[in-house]
């Protein structure tokens, strides 16, 4: 190792250390020059006076340096390496300190962490725009089934080009998708203007069952609320396998209980 070399290696010990870059290139040099005045600092180093003083009263402070005062000057004496394992055991402490808070801090983290991860992932959708999105979602998942409840009313839901759209797409795709109706003259009207087709089935709700006017599919992991009420779609997406399994057997248990399937038709 060349002597430029160990100059570089110590500084780098001593910043290491806590001292500051420039504290540390100043104390290098004043170990080969353990009494020297300011006005010789100025020649050895590349600080000008005013920061040459800021930085010897931080290495005074760090006990790293003292200084002695003579009738019409100052003289600074670099103390022995030696101190520097007081500031190696001074950053043991440190360290020590930050490892017991760090034990108590991680286990919390981690909770936090692992509730984030298996927190259900939710998103919301709003507007026609938002609305395309995540209709197109359900290609994209392209998930062996979907499960649906389909509200039907007498208003004319915003949506309907992009309805017939992704739903066209799905049938390319043969994603087979089930769903549950109201028996209303408006649904009955509504299923009568459908072309059938092999990947969409229709079934009544139980009679006993109040109606609600949210649309609901239940596929890949993943559960879609929508609701219009008189206005541009709205749409929370809710992603969290046990809910989806939730809502699955709630829906299975639905169409088993209800009539045979009606013939099969596009929505």
Do not use: C
């Not at 910043?15 to 353990?34: C, F, Q, R, T, V």
């Not at 995540?134 to 309907?160: M, N, R």
């Amino acid at each position: 190792m060349t002597l430029k070399q160990q100059d570089n290696s110590l500084t780098m010990l001593l910043e290491h250390l806590g001292l500051s870059k420039n504290e540390a290139l100043l104390y290098d040099i004043m170990i080969k020059y353990p009494q020297v005045t300011v006005q010789k600092l100025q020649q050895l180093s590349p600080f000008p006076r005013t920061q040459l003083y800021s930085i010897l009263r931080q290495l005074v402070t760090r006990s790293l340096v003292s200084f002695v005062q003579q009738p019409r000057r100052t003289l600074y004496v670099a103390e022995d390496p030696q101190i520097l394992y007081n500031l190696l055991e001074e950053k043991k402490r440190e360290f020590d300190k930050h490892t017991h808070s760090l034990k108590e801090v991680v286990p919390n983290l981690r909770n936090q962490f692992r509730l984030a991860h298996e927190r259900p992932g939710v998103r919301m959708f709003e507007g026609i725009s938002e609305y395309r999105h995540a209709l197109e979602d359900i290609i994209e998942t392209k998930p062996d089934y979907i499960y649906s409840f389909l509200h039907i009313s007498e208003k004319k839901k915003p949506g309907v080009e992009i309805r017939r759209t992704t739903d066209a797409e799905r049938i390319s795709w043969g994603i087979q998708e089930q769903t549950l109706l109201f028996d209303t003259p408006q649904a009955n009207a509504w299923l009568s203007a459908r072309t059938p087709d092999e990947a969409t089935t229709f079934r009544f709700f139980p009679k006993k069952l109040s109606m609600f006017s949210v649309d609901l599919r239940i596929y890949g992991g993943k559960i879609t609320y929508t609701t219009f009420e008189n206005r541009e779609p709205i749409i929370m997406m809710i992603q969290d396998q046990n809910m989806h399994d939730m809502q699955k057997n709630i829906f299975e248990y639905l169409w088993d209980k209800t009539q045979q399937p009606l013939k099969k038709l596009t929505l």
